[in-house]
């Protein structure tokens, strides 16, 4: 049995539904991200597992047991917000004892609790500051010791790196999913950055429109997506059709060129034009090379972006990138020069819908 169980949650707001029949398990200590733009549904769904909003349809249960009607309180979440939102009057130590403190544990337990939660997240000289003497990264370390103090059965964590600068925003996703793993806490994670998803989750919900549109792991949602969304989504990537040639043979044609997917082309028929991708990392500057795939084209532009060069070329109507690893003795195509391209069967995807 899963830990946490979603079925059928949906949820209506006047006369819009913001999310559609989300049925969902979660095991137990699986770090879950809900990725997707502004306004696809991933916050309604956080706060209807919290108990901020009640569902218009559907259930919720933790380790087995219903909760989709139970108070917040009653639900031993923690969770941690995008602003901080600690006690400004309170020290450190207080905000991270406030919970036990409400549900009456006593003092020295409390200090013993606190003292350790400070360790677990490196702050244990801070205990005594302000809030307002903290930089946002230590504030936000702060708030999530005060989500764990309470030792929750689920951490809820709504966007809680958004505030903080780049450099920041990865140093505390690498501590929070440290601090994770050491707890074996179950938690579920929202954000609208793919990269963050990508990089601290067990497994992603990649959600549009208030519907999932992918649930995978990072490298399944990355290398396989199923549809075109999730294809431009998560990671930059060429979206390109094609007509169908021979769906048993894998074969399809882009631009009038012959291509070669060993990836099945489901439900497809001879002459259907389908959605295709290709991430830029996997095509090569190559001479045509027998079981490979090869595209003739037109270097366009030049970008170094530092470890790699994006090199983006045209093939009349259709223009697509490619990434190629920085070298400082290779010499790179110019803008108006006609090169080939190579890439192998297993990169060219086929996607869902058809184009
Ligand atoms: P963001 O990243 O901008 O927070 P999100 O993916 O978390 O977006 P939600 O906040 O879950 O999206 O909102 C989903 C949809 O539901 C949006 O269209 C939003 O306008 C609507 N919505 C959310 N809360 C309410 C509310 N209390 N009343 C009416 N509509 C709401």
Known sequence: MAFLEISHLKKVFGNQTAVHDFTMDIERGEFITFLGPSGC?????????????????????????????TPTSQ?????????????PN???????????KVA??????????????????????????????????QQQ???????????????????????????????????IRAVQRELGIT????????????????????LSEGRVEQIGTPSEVYNFPRTR???????????????????????????????VTSNSIQGAVTGQTRALAIRPEAIALEAPTPGRNSLAATVEEV??????????????????????????????PQRGENITLGFSFDNLLVLEEVA
């Open 41 to 69: 549904g991933k916050t309604t769904i956080l706060r209807m597992l919290a108990g901020f909003e009640g569902p218009s349809g559907g259930v919720i249960k933790f380790d087995g047991k219903d909760v989709t009607h």
């Open 75 to 87: 639900r031993n979440i923690g969770m941690v917000f995008q602003s901080y939102a600690l006690f």
């Open 90 to 100: 309170m020290t450190v130590a207080e905000n991270i004892g406030f919970g036990l």
């Open 104 to 137: 009456k544990m006593p003092q020295e337990q409390i200090h013993v609790r606190v003292t350790e939660m400070l360790k677990l997240i490196g702050l244990a000289a801070l205990g005594a500051r302000y809030p307002w003497q903290l930089s946002g990264g």
């Open 141 to 175: 370390r702060v708030a999530l010791a005060r989500a764990l103090a309470g030792k929750p059965q689920v951490l809820l964590l709504d966007e809680p790196l958004s505030a903080l600068d780049a450099k920041i925003r990865v140093s505390l996703r690498e501590e």
């Open 187 to 206: 938690s579920v994670f929202v954000t609208h950055d793919q990269e963050e998803a990508l990089s601290i989750s067990d497994r992603i919900v990649v």
């Open 229 to 259: 969304f999730v294809a431009s989504f998560v990671g930059t990537l060429n979206l390109l059709s094609g007509v169908v040639v021979d769906a048993a043979a894998g074969q399809i044609s882009v631009n009038g060129q012959p291509l």
């Open 303 to 332: 970008n170094f972006l530092g470890a790699v060069v994006r090199i983006r070329v045209r093939m009349g109507a259709v223009a697509i990138s490619l990434d190629v690893f920085n070298n400082p003795h290779r010499t790179l």
